[in-house]
């Protein structure tokens, strides 16, 4: 889950490492060009009400410019040719088509994203957690809950059961080195010990691509990741991996704007719950393959635990 910071895709695997990882994975993209579709936001209809909502002079040139660490698919990477896609970059096109704008997504270090908001960008839309840290320096207006899920392949013919941790005993899990999810595992690995119960091996790949290969291939009993990252895996592998059982221990994550403008988050969350309300937010996360994300309510700083 995106709370960590990271300088550049470069440094990804390193910060995962350091801090409270996240499943990243841009680097499952290098040769699936054909499979990335973008989501076409031409048809969204720019809504009145809605820009009168924003304070007067906003969005004046005529482009809505959002900030993203373009490293963490499905939701914001670079393609082949260098062009971000991903469901958050289809989600600032869709907001700025509400508002009668253009979108535009720059490339920025996620560490810095927050501290840009409101000056030299528009609005931050990178998979950001919602924490009462970053609501107490910004606003968030929810979309999405992303937890983590597993992964089994298809038909799961290995009869592999996730409904408790315990019943994985037994079994080799692949997660990706540094995340929450290899944490998890390791605790459920102690956990089988302490029961006296058959071993829980855990497989530390340093790439989820990696973990995905193993499963394909059958070295694996099922892989651990982030929710979002698990529904772009059945894409990615053309249905012959599904996810299996709840998303666990989901946290809802938000688009960042300024208290400085409270005008600006109100059209900004206004145009989000235009989206739900017309299932155009729900359509998008279809076409990543991400299921059971989508929120229905844009709340403003939802409470959240700490």
């Known amino acids: ?57 906003a969005l004046d040139d005529g482009v809505l410019d959002v900030a993203a660490s373009t490293d963490y698919a499905p939701a914001e990477f670079l393609d082949p040719s260098g062009k971000a896609v991903g469901y958050d970059v289809d989600l600032t096109n869709a907001i700025a088509a509400v508002l009668g704008v253009k979108g535009t997504v720059h490339t920025a270090e996620f560490d810095s994203i927050i501290a840009s908001i409101g000056s030299k960008y528009d609005a931050g839309i990178s998979s950001f957690t919602v924490t009462p840290e970053r609501t107490a320096e910004v606003d968030m207006t929810a979309y999405v809950n992303v937890g983590s899920r597993f992964n089994v392949q298809a038909g799961n013919p290995k009869e592999v059961d996730t409904s ?66 698990a529904g772009y895996a059945v894409e990615l592998t053309d249905g012959q991996i599904v996810t299996l059982g ?54 403003l700083n939802p409470a959240v635990k700490e």
């Open 1 to 57: 889950m995106r709370i960590r910071q990271h300088a550049t895709l470069a440094l990804a695997a390193t910060a995962c490492l350091a801090l409270s990882g996240c499943t990243n994975a841009a680097d499952w993209n290098a040769n699936r060009s054909s499979q990335i579709h973008s989501y076409d936001t031409s048809s969204i209809q720019a809504q009145p009400d809605i820009i009168a909502k924003l304070p007067q002079g």
């Open 164 to 229: 408790d941790h315990l019943k994985l005993c037994g079994r080799t899990i692949g997660v990706q080195v540094g995340t929450d999810q290899e944490t998890a595992m390791r605790k459920a690995a102690d956990d089988c010990a302490n029961a006296g119960k058959d071993t829980l091996s855990v497989r530390s790949y340093s790439k989820q691509s990696e973990a995905t290969t193993g499963l394909v291939g059958g070295t694996i009993d099922a892989t651990y990741s982030d929710s979002t990252v």
């Open 246 to 299: 709840e998303v666990e221990d989901a946290s809802p994550q938000g688009v960042v704007t300024s208290k400085a403008d409270p005008q600006f988050t109100t059209a900004i969350q206004a145009a989000i719950q235009y989206l739900m309300d017309q299932g155009i937010w729900q359509k998008i996360l279809d076409n990543w393959g991400v299921k059971d994300a989508a929120l229905t309510t844009a709340e």
